[in-house]
C-alpha cells in the first residue's frame, strides 16, 4: 500500500535532513574469527544542508545510532558503504581486542548503544521517519527486508 497523497514532512537533525532510515544486519563470519549474531542495527540518512564543495566527505552521512559510527559519501550509497565498513571495524576491533574476555567486548559494545543526548536525538529523527514511512505506506516487515542493508 502506498499513501501517495499523504505530505511528505521533513524531519531535521542539527547536521541535515533526514532522507531515508536504514536497517543493518551483521552476520556472523567465522573466516574473520567471528562468529557472533549481533542485533539489527539500526542507521539514519542524511543529506547536509550545508553542503561544502570539495569536501571528501560528500553531501551524505549515514550514522549507525546503535554504534554511533559515520559514513560519508557523494551520494545515498557511498555513505551507507562508507558506514558499513566503519561500522564493520569497529565491531571488529572491538572483539579482537577482548578476544580472550568475550563478555567484555559484549559490555563495550553496550556501552557504545548507551542513549546519549546524541544519539537520543537521532533514534527521535529515527523513529519520526518510521512514522512518517508507515503514514506514507512504505514501512513494512516486507519493505524492511528490502531496505536492509547487509553487511560484510
Sequence with gaps: MNNSDVA???????????VDIWHLKMPEVASFGFNYDMPVFCSILIKRDDPI??????NFI??????QTDGYGATEEEALHDMNVNVTNLVFKIFEH??????????NVFNIWRSNPRSSKLWDAYNEMQIEKAKRGEYSLDSFAKTSFKMY
Design 98 to 107: 577482548h578476544k580472550d574476555d568475550i563478555d567484555a567486548a559484549w559490555d
Design 62 to 67: 549515514a550514522t549507525c545510532i546503535n554504534m
Design 8 to 18: 511528505c514532512k521533513e524531519i531535521k537533525t542539527d547536521r541535515g535532513t533526514v
Design 53 to 58: 564543495d570539495g569536501w571528501k566527505g560528500g
